[in-house]
């Protein structure tokens, strides 16, 4: 990311110790929003962990014990709120805490609360509650409890784990393949004193971003600096973006049978494309025609006009440079519903868009990002993203870029475009 991104206001304004803090300057809320991230790279030995020490940091600090405590105190603070998780993008898994607290224009001139908000987060980070100098064991088993079961949750919601799972399979000998959550047999391992060494390295080892979002004075920012300055940290922790390009020399397929009466067959495609390069803004536009909304490929031939599917959907994972397209068929249809979207593909290939496809898309392109200015929230996450994948664009140049985009750069980049993995989920 670029140090200063103007037309959305959003600027690096210090960088040390393996630390940058952003300002993402807006007065479009009535609330302000702290964020901080810790960056990992992927893998299955600090999976797992890296999901439960968030999990178990929120129970307390050393000023407020219990979570109860916690939320008697963000009461305090007009209602704010706090929490925290991980997000896994590409090959980086991701820990996020954050705050929202209520903008001091509207609190009255003798209240400010960001130095509140940033103090409880600050100490929920790095003053956590411990006992004999350790994590508290009954919280780590509640939490390993608790990951144990959303971990085991992931098939509840079928399209989603449909999706998931092509992914992991095409990447199964790359980090990518590892579950954000990582994996049930990796929580027998953890116990009181290998978490708190494993929370004291991502401390003082792991790359931190920090994002204050808002109307945050500057002399308050810097208040946020000089305590993030007082953390002690050691040799930062290298966190490279992970490798794009991958050829492909036989389509793996892979069936999992479940108790279900509707199949899920996903087809996965290495796009070789990398999200800071400039095919990228094609593979974008590229993505919407094939299966982005209601004017789509995917959604008018396989879902309306050939009755194949429930739903029928294109997405890309931008950061490993992946493609996948996710539907709902009947079992009977598989064959044929998997011939029906490789044919839309080739029709990209061959030049078949109309008018209306590459229109609808640029607009539905723009519809999209625009709607990220709706919450601060989003918007962070768009910016983190776009640190994450080496890319300098904000909403509005993302935009544009995707406008220039012309229907026979769309045919370039399809034929980049290469099939790895069916998956299918179906009945037992």
């Not at 999706?163 to 929580?187: A, N, T, W």
């Not at 769309?410 to 069916?422: H, P, R, S």
Request: one cysteine or more; a negative charge.
């Amino acid at each position: 990311m670029q140090d200063t991104v103007a037309r959305e206001q959003v600027s690096r304004v210090a960088s040390f110790n393996g630390i940058n803090v952003y300002k993402m300057w807006t007065d479009r809320f009535k609330t302000n929003t702290i964020n901080i991230f810790f960056h990992d790279r992927l893998s299955a030995e600090n999976a797992a962990r890296n999901a439960i020490v968030p999990a178990v940091l929120r129970r307390g600090c050393e000023r407020f014990k219990t979570f109860q405590d916690i939320a008697l105190y963000l009461e305090e603070l007009y209602g704010a709120s706090f929490d925290c998780g991980v997000a896994k993008k590409g090959e980086r898994q991701i820990m996020q805490f954050y705050i929202e607290y209520v903008s001091d224009r509207y609190t009255g001139e003798d209240t400010s609360l960001f130095e509140k908000a940033f103090d409880l987060l600050h100490e929920i980070v790095t003053r956590p509650f411990l006992e004999n100098g350790m994590f508290r064991n009954d919280y780590i088993e509640q939490e390993k409890e608790n990951l144990k079961k959303l971990i085991e949750s992931r098939i509840n919601d079928k399209v989603q784990y449909a999706v998931d799972k092509c992914f992991e399979e095409m990447c199964s000998d790359e980090p990518f393949g590892v579950y954000e959550y990582g994996s049930v047999k990796d929580l027998s391992g953890i116990n009181c004193k290998d978490l708190y060494s494993h929370y004291l390295k991502m401390l003082e080892t792991y790359p931190v971003d920090v994002f204050i979002a808002g109307d945050v004075e500057d002399e308050k920012i810097q208040y946020a600096v000089n305590k993030l300055a007082q953390i002690r940290r050691g040799d930062i922790k290298q966190v490279d973006p992970g490798t794009v390009d991958k050829e492909v020399d036989q389509v793996k397929n892979v069936v999992e049978k479940m108790s279900v009466s509707q199949g899920k067959l996903s087809l996965g495609f290495r796009t070789n494309t990398s999200p800071s390069h400039r095919d990228y803004y094609p593979l974008l536009v590229f993505n919407v025609i094939l299966g982005g909304g209601m004017h789509s490929k995917l959604f008018q031939n396989v879902r309306e006009k050939e009755s194949l599917a429930y739903y029928a959907f294109s997405r890309l994972e931008k950061f490993k440079g992946l493609m996948v397209v996710s539907s709902g068929i009947e079992i009977k249809n598989k064959d044929r519903a998997q011939e029906i979207i490789l044919k839309q593909i080739e029709d990209i290939k061959n030049g078949n868009i109309s008018d209306y496809e590459y229109d609808a898309t640029l607009k539905t392109i723009e519809t999209g990002l625009k709607s990220l200015r709706d919450s601060q929230l989003q918007m962070v996450d768009f910016f983190l993203s776009q640190d994450v994948a080496g890319s300098s664009d904000d909403l509005d140049s993302l935009i544009e870029k995707s406008k220039k985009v012309s229907k026979q750069d769309v045919v370039n980049i399809a034929k980049k475009i290469k099939l790895d993995t069916v998956y299918f989920l179906t009945a037992k």
